[in-house]
């Protein structure tokens, strides 16, 4: 292909995505111990599978941060993202907790002193950088694909689409030309749905959230719109597949 003449891919997944339900609520354990001490130090792993949630690892923090305080966080973060499935439930899930005190040979190599300047033992790989594609500076691909997840969301959490559950992925490809997108040649979106909802009706529910966010005429060619390709997708989230802290972030 003529240079700056490409097709670019990206996917993202909703908050409820297993692996985000994890996310958001190692994140809510990490905030319950900021606000309580700024200086607290939290390397939190959450698991969450079927009506199950289970944090383990290390913290450095106030002990007014109680076992009940923690489960509390735990079911505030599912209820806000909006499981109230049989499989699972904010309110009817387990909630395991295993995090200890950090140990102190892993303390000394991770607290800043004299010159040292790293305080954090993690490292993460990243690409990219800042860009003109959108308004919010992102490319194309992945700016789009998470719009279409909020959208979604958005009617979700509103009422206006009470068919839809948490857990969803939407993956475009744009084609470039002379280093620009111009158009959607590919999008699939999974959502996760009712049972009494046909996969037809859930590809009319999901068509607006996507033909709204593009912008005019960059909607692909029908045969290239995916909805739910594998079929009915009734079970999800952490019910149909385990959940674990950091498999997404890149996402973010």
């Known amino acids: 292909m003529p240079k700056g003449s490409y097709l670019f891919t990206s996917e993202s997944v909703s908050e409820g995505h297993p692996d985000k339900v994890s996310d958001r609520v190692s994140d809510a354990v990490l905030d319950t111990y900021l606000t309580a001490d700024p200086m607290s130090r939290v390397a939190c792993e ?37 499981y109230e499935q049989e499989g699972f439930h904010w309110e009817k899930a387990e909630v395991q907790i295993y995090l200890h005190r950090q140990s102190t040979d892993i303390a000394q190599g991770v607290d800043s002193s004299g010159n040292k300047d790293e305080g954090a033992g993690d490292q993460g790989i990243m690409f990219g950088y800042a860009c003109t594609e959108t308004d919010v500076l992102m490319p194309a691909p992945i700016h789009y694909s998470h719009a279409i997840l909020k959208s979604l969301a958005e009617a979700r959490h509103s009422g206006a689409e009470p068919g839809l559950g948490p857990d969803s992925k939407s993956q475009i490809t744009l084609r470039y030309e002379n280093g620009k997108p111009v158009a959607a040649t590919s999008v699939v979106v999974s959502t996760q749905h009712s049972g009494d909802l046909s996969q037809e009706e859930v590809r009319e529910i999901v068509r607006p959230h996507v033909t709204n966010v593009l912008p005019d005429g960059w909607m692909c060619d029908e045969s290239e719109f995916y909805v739910n390709p594998t079929g009915n997708f009734v079970i999800g989230g952490p019910d149909g597949d385990a959940g674990l802290t950091g498999r997404k972030i890149i996402v973010d």
Request: with cysteine; aromatic share 0%.
């Open 46 to 82: 959450t698991l969450c599978t079927t009506n199950r949630v289970v944090l383990a690892g290390e913290i450095r923090g106030p002990e007014s941060v109680t076992r009940d305080d923690l489960e509390s966080v735990v079911r505030h973060a599912v209820k806000d993202i909006g």
